[in-house]
């Protein structure tokens, strides 16, 4: 059929009977005489009749590969055409299968990484490693790190050969150590694992040594460095940052502990004066931790972390009593909080009221001290017109039950207010001043609620209203083709979108006024359970969209702003952080970070 007509060639197997109807006489396929026309097909006409394919076993291994092929293949001629990829004839449709990218397995990561090692510097290619072992689970990471433990630890010998002025010196098994030890740090970052709890072998450390890195990253600051930047930044604040930052340092001064809350709608200067204080305190050699609740909050402040991973805290917060963090006096962190001088929690309106009660008790029971906190202080901020803890599947009344103000611990808070919209005064903007205060009003109620629709009426003023996507398009990225290479100009601009269609039609409308070839990823997706494969069939999985996954035909062009969807590498790679593709390899993708503390970074 492909052969002969040239449309069939351009459809899957399945998707025959949206344009073809089967002939039971002559045993062929022929062209729907009905429906609606085709666009540049004339006498095509497409229907919406659905193609069905029976299901097959992978214990019936070559039959359920050739289902496979099927359902990813476009126009294929013959089965000999079907088994071959990139003019390589397979023996085997399972062959055929794998070579195209669309089994898992552990090849994946060893083209992975033989792609990193064409285009990446040995930092890079550890930091992968780090993530492939860390998030990837490889059956078999000892024979990925026996193959490219030569291009992992490559600036480890060249440090060497420059310290020792000995340009001979070659790799030995002390330099395989070293670059074991600096993954195991990134695992330990990433995953709170050691290397030998994800299947690798152990470095030679003391465990000592390995556990005690949470406890040096906190301690690792160029006091000079910041030293300079307190000088530099506290004469720039306003009278009420000032106060601010006075009753804060204050309290830390007098060690008397405390839960104060830092009230800061957007754009007021709550992360530069929390950065001031961390550098104060940081500054002095003394411990500072700062927490944020999302990893993408996390990336604003000076070694933030997100509160969950720092604090351990346990996932099913909403079904357990009384939670605590698992965190012990011997171990690093338990050591961490005991020295600590002050915990800043940003964006704590998103955290479960939980989450402070964890931290309560567990303070109080490392610190031995029945103070609140163990009397250890604790500077809240965020805006609670902004997102409340999510609560899956609950009501509006569940988030507030959820909410930081319902704990009891909240009646102890003192509350501090930045109020003076910096981005405003600073612009000297007055559309901006006036789009800060609807906001305001917005978040404080003050917007009139429609008692029939529940809904609310923006007034013409509040932005500009255009009437179609390519209009907002023209607007939010004037010129995209040439902009498209410069990061300060992506960095500050980004289309929002409720619905996941929404946000495809953007992508594709944007992606197409770059110029460049679409490069395609498709996603590995099976079932975990082999004998429930019947019931879903690999199509059916590759057509859900499940929220926060990419789409399993993922099509990319150099230049094209990406979104990380899950913390990869904190602080770095986290949920939310933007990149621009520089390269796209097979298995690889090169991209440059564009916002956050970490913009410019190549990745
Ligand atoms: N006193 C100041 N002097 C100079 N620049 C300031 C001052 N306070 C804030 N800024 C600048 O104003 C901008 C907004 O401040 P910042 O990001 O700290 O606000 P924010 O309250 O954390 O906002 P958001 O919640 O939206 O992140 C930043 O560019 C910051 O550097």
Sequence with gaps: ????????????????PK??????????????????????????????????MYTVHPRNDECFYLRLLLVNVRGPKSFAHLKTVNGH????????????????ND???????????VSSNAYQIRTLFAIIITTCFPSQPIQLWNKYKDAICEDILHRLRIQTNNPDIQITDEIYNEGLIL?????????????IEVGMIAPNRSMHDAFNQELNRELQYNVDTLQEFVRNNVPLLNEQQKQVYETLMQAVDNNTGGLFFLDAPGGTGKTFVISLILATIRSRCDIALALASSGIAATLLDGGRTA???LKLPLNLNTIDTPTCNISRSSAMGKLLMQCKLIVWDECTMAHKKSLEALNFTLKDLRRNNNIFGGLMILLAGDFRQTLPVVPRGTPADELNACLKASPLWNNVKTLSLTTNMRVQLQNDQSAAQFSKQLLDLGNGKVPVDATSGLITL???FCRFVDTQLVLIENVFPNISENYKNYAWLSQRAI?????????????????????????????DSITNPDDVVNYPTEFLNSLEIPGFPPHNLQLKVGTVIMILRNLNPPRLCNGTRLSVKRLMPNLIEATIINGKYAEDET
């Design 107 to 117: 090849s994946h990561w060893d083209l992975t990484l033989a792609d990193s090692v």
């Design 89 to 104: 004839q397979c023996q085997t449709y399972r062959e055929a299968c794998q070579l195209l990218g669309l089994l898992e």
């Design 183 to 195: 993954i195991e740090d990134q695992c330990l970052t990433i995953a709170n694992k050691l290397l």
């Design 308 to 310: 969950h991973s720092a």
């Design 1 to 16: 059929m492909c052969e002969a007509d040239p449309f069939a060639a351009t459809l899957m197997y399945v998707e025959m």
């Design 459 to 461: 007034t013409n003023d």
């Design 496 to 524: 929002l979108a409720a619905k996941n269609n929404d946000v495809h039609a953007l992508n594709f409308t944007i992606q197409s006024k770059i110029a460049g070839d679409l490069v395609t990823y498709k996603s590995v």
């Design 19 to 52: 344009y073809y109807t089967w002939n039971q006489s002559t045993k062929k396929f022929q062209r729907r005489k009905q429906g609606t026309p085709v666009p540049d097909w004339p006498q095509v006409f497409s229907t919406d009749a659905l193609g069905r």
